[in-house]
C-alpha cells in the first residue's frame, strides 16, 4: 500500500513538473502528460514478467497501432469497414507476437501500446487522415517521452517498500 501511495505521489510531481517545463520551453507534451505518465507507470507497476517484457509488448503494440493508422490512411476505406479491418488486423497482430514470443511478451501490454497510440492520435488522425506522416510521428514522440517519464517515475519506488510493511503486518498478526 505504501509503495502506491509514494509511487502515485511521485507520479503527480513528475507529470507537474512535465507540464511546466513544456510549457516553459513550449515542447508541447502537455497534451499527453497524463495519458503516457500513466500508461508508463502501469507498465512500471505491474508485476508481470520483466520490465524488459513489458516494454517489449508495449513497444510492439504501439507500432501495431502505428502501422494501423497509416494502412487506415493509406490503403483502407474511411468507412466502417475499413475501420474494422484496422482494428482487427492490429488486435491479431498482438496476439500473433504474444504467441510467436512464447509469451514472454504478455498479451496486456501490447494491448497497452495499442490503447495508448490509439488513445493518442484518433481525434488527430480524424481531424487529417492525409496528414498521418507528419501527425503521426508527433503523437509518438510527444507520448513516448511521457511514457518513458512515467515509467521512470514508476520504477523509483522499490518493492520492498510493500514488502516491509507486509512482513510487519504478518508480524502484528502472529
Known amino acids: 500500500m505504501r509503495r502506491s501511495l509514494v509511487t502515485g505521489v511521485v507520479l503527480a510531481v513528475a507529470a507537474g513538473v512535465v507540464v511546466l517545463v513544456s510549457s516553459a520551453l513550449d515542447l508541447g ?39 494501423g493508422y497509416l494502412l487506415r490512411a493509406g490503403m483502407l476505406p474511411d468507412s466502417a469497414g475499413g475501420r474494422s479491418a484496422a482494428v482487427m488486423g492490429v488486435v491479431l497482430v498482438c496476439v500473433v507476437a504474444t504467441a510467436v514470443s512464447g509469451g514472454r511478451l504478455p498479451l496486456w501490454s501490447l494491448l497497452l501500446g495499442t490503447a495508448a497510440f490509439a488513445g493518442g492520435y484518433e481525434f488527430t488522425f ?42 510487519t503486518e504478518m508480524a502484528e498478526v502472529a
Open 29 to 67: 507534451l502537455e497534451s499527453a502528460a497524463l495519458l503516457g505518465g500513466a500508461l508508463g507507470a502501469v507498465v512500471a507497476l505491474v508485476p508481470d514478467r520483466s520490465p524488459g517484457a513489458r516494454l517489449g509488448g508495449f513497444a510492439v503494440g504501439f507500432v501495431a497501432a502505428w502501422v
Open 126 to 167: 480524424d481531424a487529417a487522415p492525409p496528414e498521418v506522416m507528419s501527425t503521426s510521428v508527433a503523437t509518438a514522440t510527444t507520448l513516448l517521452l511521457d511514457l518513458a517519464i512515467g515509467f521512470f517515475a514508476g520504477s523509483l519506488v522499490p518493492e520492498s517498500v510493500d514488502e516491509a510493511d507486509t512482513r
